[in-house]
């Protein structure tokens, strides 16, 4: 069946940097379109970033542009976020999800499969 692992959180500073991983089972990888999201404290479901099957295209919220850098290792079945420059704003849990195909690509809804999800906390 497929499974989604999101590992990586924790508490930050603001400034500071975290790297989340999500571990990918039970389909073929290589061939979806991969998403980020992340829910904050009495919010609802956001959407982060989208990035292509090859990794050579990613989309970002433009709460996260240049922030963020979302890629992947085909080989491992893993995908990444980078999270530079962290803000209080960006405390949530975050999770991965694979796209649904046919979905929009910064559509929160837009995906049949997700994680679990690894807690982010920015505060000093």
């Known amino acids: 069946q497929v499974q989604l692992v999101e590992s990586g959180g924790g508490l930050v500073q603001p400034g500071g940097s975290l790297r989340l991983s999500c571990a990918a089972s039970?389909?073929?990888?290589?061939?979806?379109?991969m998403m980020w999201l992340r829910q904050g404290p009495g919010k609802g479901p956001e959407w982060v970033s989208t990035i292509s099957t090859s990794g050579a295209m990613g989309w970002y919220a433009g709460s996260v542009k240049g922030r963020f850098t979302t890629s992947r290792d085909n080989a491992k079945n893993t995908l990444y976020l980078q999270m530079d420059s962290l803000k209080p704003e960006d405390t949530a849990l975050y999770y991965c999800?694979?796209?649904?195909?046919?979905?929009?690509?910064?559509?929160?809804?837009?995906?049949?499969?997700r994680g679990q999800g690894t807690q982010v906390t920015v505060s000093s």
């Open positions: 999800a694979r796209r649904r195909v046919g979905a929009f690509l910064e559509d929160a809804d837009g995906y049949d499969y």
């Open positions: 039970g389909f073929n990888f290589t061939s979806y379109f």
